[in-house]
């Protein structure tokens, strides 16, 4: 690339010290939407890398989040367990009435409670209950739970649960009912009665909303971006150095070397790359480490053949003819001369393969084959939510998919203008 | 295709305005019959589908309680080594043959050895060791022991055609040529992954069918069950994810129908090896199998808080269990309850059995066989979690996860059992005895548990023809196995069906869908 020989226009910092690294800095940030690009990339990275600082929770932490606290909408409160006590009611055999103090479970909302019960026909019983302090019935907003009734039983209050044997009763109408037994029905039972306070302490707040788990949305975005982009770059450094490699080897050696490694890899490419790591993590088995080895071999060859093309153009030039005259050795003339020069093509390369190996994660993590279930990356968290989208839980897949989003975005965005400003055949003018 | 569908959603609109006794119904099915032989694959989506073709002796009814099928009266003779069945007399079979001892006989000795099978039906038929034929609808069943259970066994036997199936494959089934029944419906077309079309017999001995032709249609994926529902392009489905159950509810073009299945969702623990694979200390080194201590086993379920499972993971569409069957099925015991949510009596057991630091270990579960089953296994991670035990999830696709978890490749697994019998034998044989899979037992003990004493009352049950003898005995070994952890019974299925307004269904414990369980509303 002959950088040196590019005009220059607008001098903002003094000709004298400008370098190429500057000049390219000045050339990249002419493009406001680049720069735009570079500034949300940075912030991205900077929330993934600094994740466990920032995020409320860690979501990966079994112990830290709570079922409880599943699918609270965005903005809501995660509240402890309400107090709850439960009135155990002896009721003795038929033909008897009874009246009894009840022992109390905890001291909220009841400090204490006394039953009475009236056999008022062979299989009917009336119940009445003195609650104290009886005001606090009126602060219970959920129905009391009566559990403990024979099979078939009745109450006259309340409405028994669609498919579970207890009974709904709503608080004003607890303190007195009667149960209608099954017929045939002998003897005394033990009612339960379970009284709930209506909500309990705040927690936390879900800003972002919570998943099916309970796991805080805004932490495990962050989480998840740091899955997203570690496994990103990781493979794609690995895949451009393999790439490299293979790729100068071939263009340096020519020939039938030459003609081998790229038949290889074109075999590598026409198999599309997420079949590939599909296969491979089918076989792999889940985890971060092999969801990387799985895309630097489905993209290696990406990188080889722009580092043979890049290194072809460099090979006919000049300079390595002049480093061959001087008895250089082929090692020495490879990576100190012709690499050098092939490593901007590559860096546009790069950034557009990490900006697919972070989408080919979140497809394979969708597809339930990238990260384990307790770990979920932005893929695996869209995933998730997917199922929740028909009954209007949106947060938990469109979150993700919009961090995923705009990181995709943003990478190709300082990927496009890289290339735009290291390539001057693209070059347009300013 | 396209224009049956349009026809078939133009009969639903014109329908809807003006009820009418006959009508098509199309049916969504959550997953692939893999046949429509009857006797290939004891799996619940063929047995549901061949129900409307074919039929038992005796019928399970909604809540599995047996009915009168083809049978009219059952009994055991004097002799309590011989059943003797009368036959109903004005049954014929869809190409008009009558229907007579001989066809029992003969679906008797086909049932048990379809070749290829991959689950079959011969653990209801091994019993059996002659049928004898009195007359043409009397039958006898000589057995070596005294089979209570020989009314139970007989209701998931389909009865097929002598005449017509004869020397026929599981292929001739497939193709309609033996597929020859005395339901109420009888085989029009089967297009594997796409469709299984029936009509309406009109020679039927029972009630006439309700409908004019049932179309079922394999739609694994659930939002797509539920977008056809909505568009109207599929009159019942079933198995509605529990996230959409509430906004269905509140939908006026579907209603929503809801029903306990003889399913219950449970833990089963390796109790059996000295070193299980996937437990160690929390260092990573290799520890003897703490499950052996039944006070683990114990602490493992006092510390599943199920009344949480069941609100915040299944919507409050479970019922939290405490033993293998839900109440009102045979052989339940009432004195069990729901292991209430203790986790600090949990880890007092750990620390009493010698773990106040806990272990890791490593839990499996299949994905997506089980309403929820991922998310319930997440959740009781969380649980264990909670008291010291650093869990792992790891879910595996259904399709290898069965196979792997039998070749006892996991320390802590959730699965589900379905009674077939619809009474609690079924599960302790399968799950609880000791693993003696030559005589039946065990056959599905992933966990190697073993009881002794448990083992001698079931086995005592398992002859004993007095009912209320037999489910005491039953509730009784119920009771040691669960006291003594043999598995952790987490929550009972509730199944949902939707339907589109106009069509009720009539929620079966078995999870089938049939044809025969919609009805119009009025």
Same mark, same amino acid.
């Given at each position: 690339?002959?950088?040196?020989?590019?005009?220059?226009?607008?001098?903002? +910092?003094?000709?004298?010290?400008?370098?190429?690294?500057?000049?390219?800095?000045?050339?990249?940030?002419?493009?406001?939407?680049?720069? +735009?690009?570079?500034?949300?990339?940075?912030?991205?990275?900077?929330?993934?890398?600094?994740?466990?600082?920032?995020? $409320?929770?860690?979501?990966?932490?079994?112990?830290?989040?709570?079922?409880?606290?599943?699918?609270? *909408?965005?903005?809501?409160?995660?509240?402890?367990?309400?107090?709850?006590?439960?009135?155990?009611?002896?009721?003795?055999?038929?033909? *008897?009435?009874?009246?009894?103090?009840? *022992?109390?479970?905890?001291?909220?909302?009841?400090?204490?409670?006394?039953?009475?019960?009236?056999?008022?026909?062979?299989?009917?019983?009336?119940?009445?209950?003195?609650?104290?302090?009886?005001?606090?019935?009126?602060?219970?907003?959920?129905?009391?739970?009566?559990?403990?009734?024979?099979?078939?039983?009745?109450?006259?209050?309340?409405?028994?649960?669609?498919?579970?044997?207890?009974?709904?009763?709503?608080?004003?109408?607890?303190?007195?009912?009667? /149960?209608?037994?099954?017929?045939?029905?002998?003897?005394?039972?033990?009612?339960?009665?379970?009284?709930?306070?209506?909500?309990?302490?705040?927690?936390?707040?879900?800003?972002?909303?919570?998943?099916?788990?309970?796991?805080?949305?805004?932490?495990?975005?962050?989480?998840?971006?740091?899955?997203?982009?570690?496994?990103?770059?990781?493979?794609?450094?690995?895949?451009?150095?393999?790439?490299?490699?293979?790729?100068?080897?071939?263009?340096?050696?020519?020939?039938?070397?030459?003609?081998?490694?790229?038949?290889?890899?074109?075999?590598?490419?026409?198999?599309?790359?997420?079949?590939?790591?599909?296969?491979?993590?089918?076989?792999?088995?889940?985890?971060?480490?092999?969801?990387?080895?799985?895309?630097?071999?489905?993209?290696?060859?990406?990188?080889?053949?722009?580092?043979?093309?890049?290194?072809?153009?460099?090979?006919?030039?000049?300079?390595? *003819?002049?480093?061959?005259?001087?008895?250089?050795?082929?090692?020495?003339?490879?990576?100190?001369?012709?690499?050098?020069?092939?490593?901007? $093509?590559?860096?546009?390369?790069?950034?557009?393969?990490?900006?697919?190996?972070?989408?080919?994660?979140?497809?394979?993590?969708?597809?339930?084959?990238?990260?384990?279930?307790?770990?979920?990356?932005?893929?695996?968290?869209?995933?998730?939510?997917?199922?929740?989208?028909?009954?209007?839980?949106?947060?938990?897949?469109?979150?993700?998919?919009?961090?995923?989003? /705009?990181?995709?975005?943003?990478?190709?965005?300082?990927?496009?203008?890289?290339?735009?400003?290291?390539?001057?055949?693209?070059?347009?003018?300013? | 295709?396209? !224009?049956?569908?349009?026809?078939?959603? %133009?009969?639903?609109?014109?329908?809807?305005?003006?009820?009418?006794?006959?009508? =098509?119904?199309?049916?969504?099915?959550?997953?692939?019959?893999?046949?429509?032989?009857?006797?290939?694959?004891?799996?619940?989506?063929?047995? #549901?589908?061949?129900?409307?073709?074919?039929?038992?002796?005796?019928?399970?009814?909604?809540?599995?309680?047996?009915?009168?099928?083809?049978?009219?009266?059952?009994?055991?003779?004097?002799?309590?080594?011989?059943?003797?069945?009368?036959?109903?007399?004005?049954?014929?079979?869809?190409?008009?043959?009558?229907?007579?001892?001989?066809?029992? #006989?003969?679906?008797?000795?086909? #049932?048990?050895?379809?070749?290829?099978?991959?689950?079959?039906?011969?653990?209801?038929?091994?019993?059996?060791?002659?049928?004898?034929?009195?007359?043409?609808?009397?039958?006898?069943?000589?057995?070596?022991?005294?089979?209570?259970?020989?009314?139970?066994?007989?209701?998931?036997?389909?009865?097929?055609?002598?005449?017509?199936?004869?020397?026929?494959?599981?292929?001739?089934?497939?193709?309609?040529?033996?597929?020859?029944?005395?339901?109420?419906?009888?085989?029009?077309?089967?297009?594997?992954?796409?469709?299984?079309?029936?009509?309406?017999?009109?020679?039927?001995?029972?009630?006439?069918?309700?409908?004019?032709?049932?179309?079922?249609?394999?739609?694994? !994926? @659930?939002?797509?069950?539920?977008?056809?529902?909505?568009?109207?392009?599929?009159?019942?489905?079933? @198995?509605?994810?529990?996230?959409?159950?509430?906004?269905?509810?509140?939908?006026?073009?579907?209603?929503?129908?809801?029903?306990?299945?003889?399913?219950?969702?449970?833990?089963?623990?390796?109790?059996?090896?000295?070193?299980?694979?996937?437990?160690?200390?929390?260092?990573?080194?290799?520890?003897?199998?703490?499950?052996?201590? !039944?006070?683990?086993?114990?602490?493992?379920?006092?510390?599943?808080?199920?009344?949480?499972?069941?609100?915040?993971?299944?919507?409050?569409?479970?019922?939290?269990?405490?033993?293998?069957?839900?109440?009102?099925?045979?052989?339940?015991?009432?004195?069990?309850?729901?292991?209430?949510?203790?986790?600090?009596?949990?880890?007092?057991?750990?620390?009493? %059995?010698?773990?106040? =630091?806990?272990?890791?270990?490593?839990?499996?579960?299949?994905?997506?066989?089980?309403?929820?089953?991922?998310?319930?296994?997440?959740?009781?991670?969380?649980?264990?979690?909670?008291?010291?035990?650093?869990?792992?999830?790891?879910?595996?696709?259904?399709?290898?996860?069965?196979?792997?978890?039998?070749?006892?490749?996991?320390?802590?697994?959730?699965?589900?059992?379905?009674?077939?019998?619809?009474?609690?034998?079924?599960?302790?044989?399968?799950?609880?005895?000791?693993?003696?899979?030559?005589?039946?037992?065990?056959?599905?003990?992933?966990?190697?548990?073993?009881?002794?004493?448990?083992?001698?009352?079931?086995?005592?049950?398992?002859?004993?023809?007095?009912?209320?003898?037999?489910?005491?005995?039953?509730?009784?070994?119920?009771?040691?196995?669960?006291? =003594?952890?043999?598995?952790?019974?987490?929550?009972?299925?509730?199944?949902?069906?939707?339907?589109?307004?106009?069509?009720?269904?009539?929620?079966?414990? =078995?999870?089938?869908?049939?044809?025969?369980?919609?009805?119009?509303?009025?």
């Amino acid at each position: 690339m002959t950088i040196q020989e590019t005009q220059v226009q607008d001098e903002v +910092v003094p000709p004298a010290k400008d370098t190429p690294f500057r000049r390219t800095l000045r050339e990249f940030a002419a493009s406001r939407v680049a720069v +735009v690009g570079a500034v949300v990339l940075l912030l991205i990275i900077f929330a993934a890398v600094f994740a466990p600082w920032i995020a $409320p929770q860690n979501p990966y932490d079994l112990n830290e989040i709570r079922v409880e606290h599943s699918r609270l *909408e965005p903005g809501a409160a995660g509240r402890a367990d309400p107090e709850s006590q439960s009135l155990p009611v002896p009721i003795s055999g038929e033909g *008897e009435s009874g009246r009894e103090t009840l *022992e109390l479970s905890g001291s909220v909302p009841f400090e204490s409670a006394e039953a009475s019960w009236e056999w008022v026909a062979p299989e009917r019983v009336a119940v009445s209950l003195d609650l104290q302090p009886e005001q606090n019935l009126k602060t219970l907003e959920q129905e009391l739970r009566v559990e403990g009734l024979p099979r078939g039983a009745e109450l006259s209050v309340g409405e028994k649960h669609d498919f579970r044997n207890f009974w709904l009763v709503a608080p004003d109408e607890i303190t007195a009912f009667e /149960v209608q037994l099954p017929e045939g029905h002998e003897g005394g039972f033990e009612l339960e009665i379970r009284a709930q306070q209506a909500e309990g302490e705040i927690e936390q707040v879900y800003w972002l909303g919570t998943d099916g788990q309970g796991r805080d949305m805004f932490s495990a975005i962050l989480y998840g971006l740091r899955i997203s982009i570690s496994v990103g770059v990781f493979s794609g450094a690995l895949a451009l150095t393999i790439g490299l490699v293979v790729g100068l080897t071939a263009a340096y050696a020519g020939g039938r070397i030459d003609a081998l490694i790229m038949r290889i890899v074109d075999l590598q490419l026409s198999f599309p790359a997420i079949l590939v790591a599909l296969l491979l993590l089918a076989i792999l088995g889940r985890g971060p480490d092999k969801v990387i080895l799985a895309l630097v071999i489905a993209q290696w060859a990406y990188y080889a053949r722009t580092a043979r093309s890049a290194g072809l153009v460099e090979r006919s030039k000049e300079y390595i *003819e002049a480093a061959r005259c001087l008895a250089l050795s082929r090692w020495r003339i490879v990576l100190r001369h012709m690499l050098p020069n092939c490593i901007p $093509p590559m860096i546009v390369v790069g950034t557009v393969q990490v900006a697919n190996a972070i989408a080919l994660e979140a497809t394979l993590s969708f597809l339930g084959l990238g990260m384990p279930q307790t770990e979920p990356s932005l893929g695996l968290l869209i995933s998730n939510g997917f199922d929740y989208l028909l009954s209007g839980r949106y947060w938990i897949s469109v979150f993700p998919g919009i961090a995923l989003l /705009v990181t995709i975005v943003a990478i190709n965005l300082v990927g496009d203008r890289l290339r735009e400003v290291l390539n001057p055949r693209m070059r347009r003018d300013e | 295709m396209r !224009s049956r569908l349009l026809m078939a959603s %133009a009969f639903v609109v014109s329908f809807a305005a003006a009820p009418a006794a006959a009508e =098509d119904l199309t049916i969504a099915l959550a997953s692939e019959p893999t046949s429509v032989d009857p006797h290939y694959h004891n799996l619940t989506p063929n047995n #549901a589908l061949t129900r409307h073709i074919f039929e038992p002796l005796i019928k399970q009814d909604e809540n599995q309680s047996l009915e009168p099928g083809l049978a009219t009266e059952w009994g055991v003779t004097d002799d309590p080594l011989v059943w003797e069945f009368k036959l109903r007399e004005d049954v014929t079979f869809h190409d008009g043959t009558p229907f007579t001892a001989e066809d029992v #006989a003969f679906t008797i000795e086909r #049932a048990p050895d379809v070749p290829n099978s991959p689950s079959s039906f011969s653990l209801y038929i091994n019993d059996i060791s002659e049928v004898e034929i009195v007359d043409d609808h009397t039958v006898r069943f000589h057995t070596e022991e005294p089979v209570p259970l020989m009314a139970n066994n007989l209701s998931t036997i389909a009865i097929i055609s002598k005449k017509n199936a004869e020397g026929a494959s599981t292929e001739d089934f497939n193709s309609g040529e033996a597929t020859v029944g005395t339901g109420p419906y009888q085989f029009a077309s089967y297009t594997p992954g796409e469709e299984v079309e029936m009509e309406a017999y009109d020679g039927y001995w029972g009630d006439e069918p309700q409908w004019d032709s049932l179309t079922f249609r394999p739609i694994t !994926s @659930a939002s797509a069950r539920v977008a056809g529902l909505l568009s109207g392009d599929i009159d019942v489905v079933e @198995a509605v994810p529990t996230n959409d159950v509430a906004s269905l509810e509140e939908n006026e073009d579907v209603s929503i129908w809801q029903g306990i299945s003889n399913r219950v969702i449970y833990i089963h623990l390796d109790s059996d090896r000295e070193v299980t694979p996937q437990i160690t200390a929390k260092d990573g080194s290799e520890i003897e199998n703490p499950l052996r201590d !039944s006070r683990v086993r114990k602490a493992l379920s006092l510390a599943l808080d199920r009344e949480s499972i069941v609100e915040d993971v299944m919507e409050g569409i479970a019922i939290p269990a405490g033993q293998l069957l839900p109440e009102g099925f045979f052989g339940v015991s009432e004195d069990i309850e729901v292991p209430e949510y203790q986790p600090e009596r949990a880890k007092e057991l750990l620390a009493e %059995a010698g773990y106040e =630091d806990g272990f890791k270990m490593t839990v499996h579960g299949p994905a997506g066989r089980y309403i929820n089953d991922e998310q319930v296994l997440q959740a009781a991670a969380q649980m264990w979690s909670r008291i010291g035990i650093e869990t792992e999830v790891e879910t595996i696709p259904v399709s290898v996860y069965f196979g792997r978890a039998s070749d006892l490749e996991f320390s802590v697994m959730l699965v589900g059992w379905g009674a077939g019998s619809g009474e609690a034998s079924s599960p302790l044989r399968a799950l609880l005895a000791t693993y003696e899979p030559d005589a039946g037992f065990g056959a599905t003990n992933r966990g190697r548990y073993s009881n002794e004493e448990m083992d001698s009352l079931l086995k005592e049950a398992l002859v004993t023809v007095d009912n209320d003898k037999r489910q005491d005995l039953l509730a009784e070994a119920t009771e040691i196995a669960m006291e =003594d952890v043999g598995l952790i019974p987490v929550h009972f299925q509730v199944n949902t069906w939707g339907t589109r307004d106009g069509l009720k269904y009539i929620p079966r414990t =078995d999870e089938y869908t049939l044809g025969t369980s919609v009805r119009p509303t009025d």
